[in-house]
C-alpha cells in the first residue's frame, strides 16, 4: 500500500524556517518524481517543487524560487522541503505527491499519488 506521510508543518513567524518531510512507504523512490504542493485558503493547489529521484534533478515554481530547497535521502526514502524566509502567503496545507516514471511534476492532474498534508502557517 503506497503511503506519503507529511511532518514539519506548524506556527512560524515571519522571515522564519521550516523543514517539511515527506516519508514514503509501499513503494520505492527510485522511480518517481517526489512533488511538493500547497493550497492556501479559498485557492487551487499549487506545485511549488518537485525531484526526480533518480537522478536529482529539481524543479521549482516560480514563486518560491530561492527560498525552498528540495531534497532527497534515498535510503531512508524520505523528502525534504526547506523553507526559509518564510513569508504569511507562504500560509498553506502542504502536500506530498508522487508520479512515476517521471522527471517532472508541478500539476495537480498529473500526480498519481497523495499524501494527506501538513499545515504550514506564518503569522506576520
Known amino acids: 500500500q503506497v503511503q506519503l506521510i507529511e511532518s514539519g508543518g506548524g506556527l512560524v513567524q515571519a522571515g522564519g524556517s521550516l523543514r517539511l518531510s515527506c516519508a514514503a512507504s509501499g513503494f520505492t523512490m527510485d522511480y518517481y518524481v517526489i512533488a511538493w504542493f500547497r493550497q492556501a485558503p479559498g485557492k487551487e493547489r499549487e506545485g511549488v517543487s518537485c525531484i526526480n529521484s533518480r537522478n536529482g534533478n529539481t524543479y521549482y515554481g516560480d514563486s518560491v524560487k530561492g527560498r525552498f530547497t528540495i531534497s532527497r535521502n534515498n535510503a531512508k526514502n524520505t523528502v525534504y522541503l526547506q523553507i526559509d524566509s518564510l513569508k504569511p502567503e507562504d500560509t498553506a496545507v502542504y502536500y506530498c505527491?508522487?508520479?512515476?516514471?517521471?522527471?517532472?511534476?508541478?500539476?495537480?492532474?498529473?500526480?498519481?499519488?497523495w499524501g494527506k498534508g501538513t499545515l504550514v502557517t506564518v503569522s506576520s
Open positions: 505527491a508522487a508520479k512515476e516514471w517521471s522527471d517532472y511534476v508541478l500539476s495537480p492532474s498529473d500526480v498519481d499519488y
